[in-house]
């Protein structure tokens, strides 16, 4: 099964206290008006690449917010709301099913159940679900429990010494292409795909963003962007210094979606 295409994504701006939100990353506080002006970049590219977008205002209770692929997995066939695995998280995904889930169909991730959406990486229609701090394995296997009936394969993964998610160190690139670093890309399920292994001082980069075959990557990352060219890509380039900071990149900014979106009043 091939993913069908993007029309509308969901995005939630940074507020003023982004800089409370959780991170490990020992990269300095994050500057709010920077990390403003990067979104807003972030969105008028998938804007350019003809992906309408719904903007939803930061809310003061979830520091963490913008980073709204960790509430919900959207597919074609299914849309699943998730239950996020840092108790400070615990709640942002009310908002966004709200939104996602205005005709009451979407399947509902349950405790004791954890899954964040940063640990879901789907290549075309095969789903791979990575264990971590913040998906356990009963979160892990009620996605999965959704997703089979729904039309896809879903496969669980457990990794070495995971960083925070399965798509910090590993992204689809298009093309049955995974980009990442060599510590993830050498699990045995992803040996069915191409690989682009990026150098580890380029580690930040291995969150790249893949929609309608357009590619976006992180800007600052020289050799990873010479790689993807070699290898036929013709990525793009956006800052994303301030998400670093926060331990988040590209894909987790936004929720891509099949279908138009309304917001609830
Ligand atoms: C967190 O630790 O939850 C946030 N500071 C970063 C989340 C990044 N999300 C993602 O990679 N999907």
Redesign the pocket.
Known sequence: MSAGRVITALVREPGPNFAD???TAALGKPDFKKAVEQHRKYCSTLQNWGVTITILPADPAFP?GC?V??TAIVTENVTVITNPG?AA?QGEQKRIAEILDRDGAAKYIRPPGTL???DVMEVEGRFYIGLSDRTNEDGARQLAAILEPAGYTAEIITLDSPV??L??GITYAGRNTVIGIENYLRHPAFARHEKITIPDNEAGAA?CLHVNGNLLISAGFPATESLLRAAGFRPQTTPSSEFAK????L??LSLLCHTPLTEAA
Request: proline share 0%.
């Open positions: 939100g959780i991170t963490d980073f692929e960790d840092a998280r964040d959406g940063g925070l998610h798509k910090t969150n926060m331990d988040g990149a894909t987790c």
